[in-house]
């Protein structure tokens, strides 16, 4: 039997402003890359923190609480594309508005923003898998927990996810 005590001392040990200190900025640089929306990736950072804030006693405890805040922000960012999804519906129908796909949202460097449109046009999954491989560096099997599916579906979404930014890399069809 495992000793709980012994995993959970390190991060027993860690409070919940030591914890915040060193979450917000990676939670909200992978927020953003899933969101492309800096105002929301800020939002979306907070409410994960604000969830383990309210959880604490037992947010604490687990072997990995950086990935329990991580799987709400990736949850909450799909809950958050979903919204927004339907409220542009509404309002394109409402006012007969087209979004042209000109505007340029956050502070993205202009050599990378197309690799972040891409990314965030893959499938939703592709997505999450691809950044959180980018920005958190997880190995396959921490995205695998983060988002809560099997090792294997985190590699198949991660291969396919490279698969197509490579061929649209490679017909320059990211600008």
């Known amino acids: 039997m495992i000793d709980e005590n012994e995993e959970q001392e390190p991060v027993g040990a860690l409070s919940f402003d030591d914890f915040f200190r060193v979450e917000l900025r990676p939670l909200t640089a992978l927020a953003y890359g899933l969101s492309g929306n800096r105002a929301l990736a800020e939002d979306l950072a907070q409410e994960a923190l604000m969830a383990a804030y309210r959880n604490w006693d037992r ?10 805040v991580r799987r709400v922000v990736a949850n909450r960012s799909v809950s958050s594309f979903r919204k927004r999804v339907v409220e542009a519906a509404a309002l394109s129908t409402r006012l007969r508005v087209r979004d042209d796909g000109t505007s340029r949202i956050g502070p993205m460097p202009a050599e990378d923003e197309h690799v972040w449109v891409a990314i965030r046009a893959l499938p939703q999954r592709q997505a999450q898998v691809i950044t959180l491989r ?19 579906a ?3 979404h991660l291969r396919r996810a490279r698969s197509t930014l490579a061929r649209h890399l490679a017909k320059g069809d990211l600008r």
Do not use: C, F, M
């Open 59 to 68: 947010v604490s405890v687990l072997d990995n609480p950086a990935r329990w």
């Open 134 to 152: 980018i920005l958190d560096r997880s190995t396959v099997g921490e995205i695998a927990d983060v988002l809560g599916i099997s090792e294997e």
């Open 154 to 156: 985190a590699s198949t």
